[in-house]
């Protein structure tokens, strides 16, 4: 059974807050993009820390939306530096400061402006997804920090599944997907290898083969958000620790 191919992945990157870089250093097509993949990485983390720090569903909307135009119109991404170390930290630098701004309501006149063009609640759920917190968690920056260490990990198997696809083996990511962190590990391997039609050693190879290969995406969405390769390692701990690994 063949594995995904690997000679067109995007290599590890080699530079610090690859994504900061990006949007301070690159072409406006470029800088759009980085925008983009931050808004879509920390949108669902700061609404979560904002309905757990006490503010109702659509005050939370709005504090979201005004974090990023804080961050694209103040210009805060060409500012930053990076100096301040892990870009999960920075982000929740900068909200706890747009929260202490008290600025529910220019927020709400705000509506309509770049960061409510690029986020759209409705379509996300947001509400629906934060139901599924865990009710006994208070601190907000615990919220915060499961739901980046969550998304991550979300990302990593999507970027996974791809890679599967991409090899033909859509069939095999999905039989094996429950075997990851997010899977429930429900199915007994017996059940899962006849599905397959391969034995239970080769079964073994397989899922170490995708847990491997899930665990470099895992390296590279966070080496994208750190000041120095250094701190990938130390990232991931904080990660295992959020997630109870």
């Not at 870089?21 to 669902?44: L, P, T």
């Not at 947001?126 to 907000?140: F, G, K, L, Q, T």
């Amino acid at each position: 059974m063949s594995q995904p191919d690997k000679t067109n992945l995007s290599p590890f990157p080699t530079t610090s807050w690859t994504l900061i870089r990006r949007v301070q250093k690159g072409g406006e097509a470029e800088a759009a993009r980085a925008m983009e993949e931050i808004c879509r990485q920390y949108w669902y983390p700061i609404y979560a820390y904002s309905r757990r720090h006490g503010f109702a569903a659509h005050d939370a909307e709005d504090l979201t939306q005004t974090f990023f135009q804080r961050l694209i119109a103040g210009e805060t991404i060409q500012a930053a530096r990076e100096e301040k170390g892990h870009m999960r930290s920075f982000m929740l630098y900068l909200l706890k400061q747009v929260i202490s701004n008290h600025v529910r309501s220019a927020a709400a006149e705000k509506r309509g402006g770049s960061a409510a063009a690029t986020i759209s609640f409705d379509d996300l759920e947001a509400e629906e997804r934060y139901s599924h917190e865990p009710a006994d968690v208070n601190d907000p920056d615990a919220i915060f920090d499961r739901a980046w260490a969550f998304g991550v990990l979300k990302t990593a198997e999507e970027k996974l599944g791809a890679e599967y696809s991409k090899a033909n083996n859509a069939k095999t990511f999905e039989a094996l997907r429950e075997f990851l962190p997010l899977g429930d590990n429900a199915t007994p391997y017996p059940a899962v290898a006849a599905r397959l039609d391969v034995n239970d050693a080769t079964l073994r190879l397989l899922i170490h083969r995708m847990r491997k290969r899930y665990g470099k995406l895992i390296e590279e969405e966070i080496a994208q958000t750190v000041s120095d390769l250094d701190d990938v390692e130390a990232e991931l701990s904080h990660l295992m620790r959020v997630v109870g690994g």
